[in-house]
């Protein structure tokens, strides 16, 4: 079956713009995550919604960064008034939720802020 | 809050020989542990795992085990093939009902023929 996509798969913008990144989970999938991860370094946890509310918000860097997932489905991670910090691979990984679920993730989109 | 200390890359070995990853954590109540691994031009995927102390994980000819006394997630494979060469992360996860995973940064391993 279908795995997670996310698009685009590259962003290019310069910084001061507004950026929307969209993840498409697995179908069923009612967890769903979205990490950060710069270069060298793991992946790092940014946001966390089970069903169409967002249970734990707690890695998000500042009010510049906003995600929602109004259906339950589809994920949208927004970022207002970009630096060139932001610039990173940003992952969305889905999953069933209960006790060492695993976590499957999508290839991706490259951020560079210029 | 929860920690993950990988052991530091890159990693070069030849065809068949011993691997071992160190992997240890730090965390509250009882985690999942993971090992993803991140194949060249590839997404992270899912290459073990071990949900309780004591458990061993075990895929593709790599295993690790959950050993609560020591905190750690060794990863270890008897005999590496020029295709195991990628990027492996260890990772642990919250638990309770928020399942974020905490991820170590990474060893790169290169197998050489």
């Known amino acids: 079956g279908a795995g997670v996509s996310q698009t685009p798969s590259n962003k290019v913008t310069e910084k001061g713009k507004y950026v929307e990144l969209r993840c498409d989970p697995i179908s069923g999938h009612t967890a769903l995550y979205w990490y950060r991860q710069s270069l060298g370094q793991g992946p790092e946890f940014l946001i966390y919604f089970q069903g169409t509310g967002a249970a734990d918000d707690s890695g998000l860097p500042n009010d510049r960064f906003f995600a929602v997932r109004p259906e339950g489905s589809v994920s949208t991670l927004k970022i207002q008034r970009t630096e060139r910090g932001d610039s990173a691979v940003y992952l969305c990984?889905?999953?069933?939720?209960?006790?060492?679920?695993?976590?499957?993730f999508g290839p991706g989109t490259r951020l560079t802020v210029t | 809050g929860n920690s993950v200390t990988q052991m530091e890359g890159p990693v070069t070995l030849s065809e068949e020989a011993f691997l071992t990853i160190n992997c240890t954590y730090t965390a509250t109540g009882y985690p999942s542990l993971f090992w993803y691994v991140q194949y060249p031009g590839e997404g992270l995927q899912l290459l073990l795992k071990?949900?309780?102390?004591?458990d061993k994980g075990s895929n593709k000819g790599f295993e690790a085990t959950y050993r609560k006394e020591t905190t750690s997630f060794h990863l270890e494979k008897g005999s590496v093939q020029v295709s195991d060469s990628a990027v492996y992360f260890c990772?642990?996860?919250?638990?309770?009902?928020?399942?974020?995973?905490?991820f170590g940064k990474g060893t790169l391993l290169t197998v050489n023929p």
């Open positions: 071990a949900t309780k102390a004591d």
């Open positions: 990984a889905s999953s069933l939720s209960g006790v060492g679920r695993e976590q499957y």
């Open positions: 990772a642990l996860d919250s638990g309770g009902s928020n399942y974020k995973l905490t």
